[in-house]
């Protein structure tokens, strides 16, 4: 099993970013998938959630309004498009699904910084 995290890097303030995360070994079309993100110092949180079949999305009121999660079945992957990026969104993110939430990426590291 094989969650892997890409899209991170360094943007300034304002600007977008999207994250993909890519799934392997285990039946995607049939997990719910969160991103989480841990800013430096801090606790890790949960940013956003989408269904198994990407009908039912949910935000953290942090990023609602400028984040959107997304997926796509067939190609076993869940995106977050990050738009309005602030410092307060630098983080390490991580994806996470399959039975009980027990699949986790390595994270991918996003830096709002001018």
């Known amino acids: 099993v094989q969650l892997r995290e890409s899209g991170g890097g360094l943007v300034q303030p304002g600007g977008s970013l999207r994250l993909s995360c890519v799934a392997s070994?285990?039946?995607?079309?049939?997990?719910?998938m969160r991103w989480y993100r841990q800013p430096p110092g801090k606790e890790r949180e949960l940013v956003a959630y989408?269904?198994?079949?990407?009908?039912?999305?949910d935000y953290a009121n942090s990023v609602t309004g400028r984040f959107t999660i997304s997926r796509d079945n067939a190609k076993a992957t869940v995106y977050l498009q990050m738009n309005s990026l602030k410092r307060e969104d630098t983080a390490v993110y991580s994806c996470?699904?399959?039975?009980?939430?027990?699949?986790w990426g390595q994270g991918t590291q996003v830096t709002v910084s001018s």
């Open positions: 996470n699904g399959g039975y009980a939430w027990q699949y």
């Open positions: 070994g285990f039946t995607f079309s049939q997990s719910g």
């Open positions: 989408i269904s198994s079949g990407g009908a039912i999305t």
